[in-house]
Nanobody, 119 residues
Framework: QVQLVESGGGLVQPGGSLRLSCSAS????????MGWYRQHPGKMRELVAS???????KYADFVKGRFTISRDNAENTSYLQMNSLKPEDTAAYYC?????????????WGQGTQVSVSS
């Protein structure tokens, strides 16, 4: 079993910064990719950023130049540095980890952390 725990969410003013962390624990052989998604109330989850051994880093257009994803392989942890935050960045943020299980990859999700951007 694999568990993901996010931290670092909170309330910040427009233009401010937050750093989200996602720590993976449990039966982990290798994490192929880690990612961050967000979900606005009543809407589907959308990819924010991902980092993988296959494809490097990818960002949604709406965060390019503002957010940076990174990971610490030794600690099975990913980070999402969020700068120049806007009110529309307000959402629940979820981290993911893609881990091989035989010939398939399983995606695990964290429980989410709330980010609120407001003056």
């Amino acid at each position: 079993q694999v568990q993901l725990v996010e931290s670092g969410g909170g309330l910040v003013q427009p233009g401010g910064s937050l750093r989200l962390s996602c720590s993976a624990s449990g039966s982990i052989s290798n994490i192929v990719a880690m990612g961050w998604y967000r979900q606005h109330p009543g809407k589907m989850r959308e990819l924010v950023a991902s980092i993988s051994t296959d494809d490097g880093t990818k960002y949604a257009d709406f965060v390019k130049g503002r957010f940076t994803i990174s990971r610490d392989n030794a600690e099975n942890t990913s980070y999402l540095q969020m700068n120049s935050l806007k009110p529309e960045d307000t959402a629940a943020y979820y981290c993911t980890a893609d881990i091989p299980d035989g010939i398939v990859r399983r995606r695990y999700w964290g429980q989410g952390t709330q980010v609120s951007v407001s003056s």
